[in-house]
């Protein structure tokens, strides 16, 4: 068990990943161990400061997108400072636990061991998909109330420094990373080229205070997207009237999004019992079972 606080440093776009660090923070507490949460856009758009040699252990979390961990969080962490041992745990949220996305987090680990951080700690967490896919909410249901019970059972073993360690094939991983390149480089200015707001957006400026990477502008009466979408649909499922909408990718874009923000409200719905994945599921749902039964629980 450490003295010194903990920092940790999230990226969500949907409100996933923010749920996750929240919940991690809480876990800390009643352990007695103080937490610091920054969200790292703040950070790198200079709305908060670290003083980064006064903490003891840290903690970094992303979205897995493009089976990578995007381009803001590597961004950061490449800009951490130099450390000398500094024990540091990542985790990441993802729509699927499977090993295809193992390797997400394998470029920010490199960069914390290049720069002196002991990372002795990577782990995933299954969450809502808010990308092509609407889970039924049975699963949203299920996959959060996991997760949770994962969040008790990673905290105990950061605070107890025991490792662990998510493996993938070196040549899968080069391939997926490919994928991941076109995803982050291309996919987002792709996406962006094609939104556009209906008439129902009453110039709130909620996308334009909320983008992560200052992309959404007013120009005049008008919402316009610019080339740094890094593709995190934040302000697609944030808008308050569905006012945003794609005209290129469309189908990426979930609908109804239960996720993220909307899960609270979900874990309140009596009707849903939040049982979906079950010993007889078949086709795509089955890889989840593994999932849910390891760590125990589930
Ligand atoms: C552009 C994009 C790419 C994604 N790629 C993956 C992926 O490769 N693997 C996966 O399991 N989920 C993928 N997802 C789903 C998200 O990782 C998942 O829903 C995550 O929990 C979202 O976290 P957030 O709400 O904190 O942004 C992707 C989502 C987006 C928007």
Same mark, same amino acid.
């Given at each position: 068990?450490?003295?010194r606080k903990?920092?940790?440093f999230?990226?969500?776009?949907?409100?996933?990943t923010?749920?996750?660090a929240?919940?991690?923070?809480?876990a800390?507490?009643?352990?007695?161990?103080?937490?610091e +949460?920054?969200?790292?856009e703040?950070?790198? &758009?200079g709305k /908060?400061? #670290?003083? $980064?040699?006064?903490?003891?252990?840290? =903690?970094?979390?992303?979205?897995?997108l493009?089976?990578?961990?995007?381009?803001?969080?590597?961004r950061?962490?490449?800009?951490?400072?130099e450390?000398?041992?500094?024990?540091?745990?990542?985790?990441?949220?993802?729509?699927?636990?499977h090993?295809?996305?193992?390797?997400?987090?394998?470029?920010?680990?490199?960069?914390?061991?290049?720069?002196?951080?002991?990372?002795?700690?990577?782990?995933?967490?299954?969450?809502?998909?808010?990308?092509?896919?609407?889970?039924?909410?049975?699963?949203?249901?299920?996959?959060?109330?996991a997760?949770?019970?994962?969040?008790?059972?990673?905290?105990?073993?950061?605070l107890?420094?025991?490792?662990?360690? +998510?493996?993938?094939?070196?040549?899968?991983e &080069?391939?997926? /990373?490919? #994928?991941? $390149?076109?995803?982050?480089?291309?996919? =987002?200015?792709?996406?962006a080229?094609g939104?556009?707001?209906?008439?129902?957006?009453?110039l709130?400026l909620?996308c334009?205070?909320?983008c992560?990477t200052s992309?959404?502008?007013?120009?005049?009466?008008?919402?316009?997207?610019?080339?740094e979408?890094?593709?995190?649909?934040?302000?697609?499922?944030?808008?308050?009237?569905?006012a945003?909408?794609?005209?290129?990718?469309?189908?990426?874009?979930?609908?109804?999004?239960?996720?993220?923000?909307?899960?609270?409200?979900?874990?309140?719905d009596?009707?849903?019992?939040g049982?979906?994945?079950?010993?007889?599921?078949?086709g795509?749902?089955?890889?989840?079972?593994?999932?849910?039964?390891?760590?125990?629980?589930g």
């Open positions: 068990m450490q003295d903990t920092a940790m999230y990226f969500s776009g949907t409100g996933n923010e749920i996750i929240k919940r991690f923070k809480d800390f507490k009643r352990r007695n161990q103080g937490v +949460l920054f969200r790292i703040d950070i790198l &758009k /908060r400061s #670290v003083e $980064y040699g006064t903490y003891g252990l840290i =903690g970094i979390g992303h979205p897995v493009g089976f990578g961990a995007s381009g803001i969080v590597e950061f962490v490449e800009q951490l400072p450390s000398c041992g500094t024990p540091a745990f990542v985790f990441k949220t993802a729509s699927s636990p090993y295809v996305n193992y390797g997400a987090s394998n470029t920010i680990l490199r960069h914390l061991r290049d720069k002196g951080y002991e990372a002795f700690h990577n782990s995933i967490l299954a969450m809502p998909c808010n990308f092509f896919v609407k889970y039924d909410d049975r699963l949203n249901k299920q996959l959060y109330m997760a949770l019970e994962k969040v008790e059972i990673f905290t105990e073993e950061i107890n420094r025991t490792p662990r360690v +998510l493996r993938i094939n070196p040549v899968l &080069k391939v997926l /990373r490919t #994928v991941y $390149y076109m995803e982050d480089k291309h996919g =987002g200015k792709s996406f080229k939104l556009t707001t209906a008439s129902s957006c009453t709130c909620k334009v205070g909320s992560p992309n959404i502008n007013k120009n005049g009466e008008r919402i316009t997207f610019g080339q979408c890094i593709w995190c649909m934040r302000c697609v499922y944030s808008c308050p009237q569905k945003i909408q794609a005209t290129r990718l469309r189908s990426c874009v979930v609908e109804p999004y239960t996720g993220g923000h909307h899960l609270l409200k979900l874990m309140e009596t009707d849903n019992d049982h979906f994945v079950t010993e007889r599921s078949r795509y749902y089955k890889h989840f079972l593994a999932y849910l039964k390891e760590d125990e629980g």
